[in-house]
């Protein structure tokens, strides 16, 4: 989340993930395999992550649809989000009122007051239960028209492995410059705070599923 923020308010850096946390979780073939979104960019995939559910896509599939600022949060740590002015309260429930998404909604990363109203991603595509790819607001347009563009997706990816079990996967490519800085600190920030979105979705799907039993 961190690093796409600052690829939404227009911070001109990116992130090659060459460490270890780039490919957290994931086995080589996901990360070699072409996933829904990849066919935006240029150069797909920067960072893979993923874990797994044990439940299935349909399951999880709500937690999804509801993210946003201004919706059920991003499930990652509540202080530090708000660090960064992003006003966050994640959600432990599924909200009925959420549970639309469409190519063209918006997803705040923060409310529409900071970061001169930027702070933002658009949906790009939707594959229903299995993937949500964002991209930056000013690639929305040169993706609709099937142009590829240098970075700024985020897809949100569900692999099924069984009917009670699912990869959550999480792919990231940013903008291509990149700096010694944003390898140091932004990306390291980035990873932590999408593990432990990752993670939040983790824990609340299972847990529902255990409150089912």
């Known amino acids: ?25 994931t086995t080589v073939e996901e990360r070699r395999r072409q996933w829904p979104g990849d066919e935006f960019v240029k150069q797909p995939g920067h960072c893979t992550r993923a874990v797994t559910i044990h439940a299935p896509a349909e399951a999880i599939w709500p937690w ?68 949500m790819v964002l991209v930056q607001r000013d690639d929305f347009d040169a993706v609709m028209r099937g142009e590829r563009v240098h970075g700024g997706i985020w897809q949100f990816l569900l692999e099924p492995v069984d009917s009670n079990n699912t990869r959550l996967i999480m792919r990231g490519t940013v903008p291509d410059k990149t700096s010694i800085m944003y390898d140091l600190l932004f990306d390291p920030a980035h990873f932590v705070m999408e593990r432990k979105m990752m993670l939040g979705i983790k824990e609340r799907v299972e847990h529902q599923a255990r409150q089912q039993l």
């Open 1 to 25: 989340m961190l690093a796409m923020l600052f690829a939404a308010v227009g911070i001109d850096k990116a992130v090659l993930c060459p460490y270890w946390y780039s490919h957290w979780g």
């Open 64 to 131: 999804i649809l509801q993210i946003g600022q201004d919706r059920g949060g991003f499930y990652s740590y509540t202080w530090l989000e708000n660090l960064l002015l992003a006003d966050m309260r994640n959600a432990d429930r599924i909200f009925p009122e959420f549970q639309s998404r469409n190519v063209g909604d918006i997803v705040w990363m923060a409310p529409k007051h900071r970061y001169g109203g930027k702070a933002y991603m658009v949906v790009g595509q939707m594959v229903p239960y299995r993937a």
